[in-house]
């Protein structure tokens, strides 16, 4: 089993929709949750972080954590075609960091 | 201008002949690291760094060497580099914490 696993994509949605992109990690003891989004040949760019249970919004993007599933979510409301790129999920605890595969999500006009 | 800069952006060099990858930040942060991603396998991890003279392996640190002598710069050796360590690398810092980390541009190595 993967220490951090992400819905296999790709993920596509029509524009002005909500994309769900969901990600789930085996360490209890991760403390720092990130998602990145990473555009082709790029470097992966900090979307947003989250590091206690719950809900956060930023903008169009809100975070979901719950420590006690072990799983973290990204919801991305009116989704836009620049929105298309890879997702990552980051999972934080004693310094290892480690990254789900990604999903790749298609916005389409 | 905050940033994580790597040098080279590409490199194509062959087998056995010992390379190194900068590495150098200007945020002051404790926290360095360096990761591999390769096609449907995603960022692994090699080796991270939680201060000077502080090195840590990560998920994938066979053929690969690190040091981190300032605070700076941490740069990533390969001694003797062989074809399956061709692969974009990434290098990335952050503050104490758990905090959301920095990436560089990125480093395209080719090894034949």
């Known amino acids: 089993q993967k220490e951090v696993e992400q819905n296999s994509g790709p993920l596509s949605v029509p524009e002005g929709a909500i994309a769900s992109l969901n990600c789930t990690y085996s360490d209890r003891g991760s403390q720092s949750f990130f998602w990145y989004r990473q555009y082709s040949g790029k470097s992966p760019e900090l979307i947003m972080s989250i590091y206690s249970n719950g809900d956060k919004e930023d903008g169009r993007f809100t975070a979901q954590l719950n420590k006690a599933s072990q799983y973290v979510s990204l919801l991305i409301r009116d989704s836009q075609p620049s929105d298309s790129a890879t997702y990552l999920c980051a999972v934080i605890g004693a310094g290892k960091s480690t990254f789900g595969d990604g999903t790749t999500l298609t916005v389409k006009p | 201008e905050a940033q994580v800069t790597q040098n080279p952006r590409y490199l194509i060099t062959v087998t056995g002949k010992k390379l190194t990858v900068t590495c150098s930040q200007n945020?002051?942060?404790?926290?360095m690291s360096w990761y591999r991603q390769d096609p449907g396998l995603g960022l692994r991890q090699i080796y991270y760094?939680?201060?000077?003279?502080?090195?840590d392996k990560g998920d994938v640190p066979e053929g690969y060497k690190v040091s981190r002598k300032e605070k700076r710069n941490f740069p990533l050796i390969l001694e003797s580099p062989s074809p399956n360590q061709t692969s974009l690398y990434f290098c990335?810092?952050?503050?104490?914490?758990?905090?959301?980390?920095?990436f560089g541009d990125g480093t395209r190595l080719s090894i034949l």
């Open positions: 990335a810092s952050s503050g104490w914490g758990n905090q959301p980390q920095h």
């Open positions: 945020m002051n942060h404790e926290y």
């Open positions: 760094s939680m201060n000077v003279e502080v090195t």
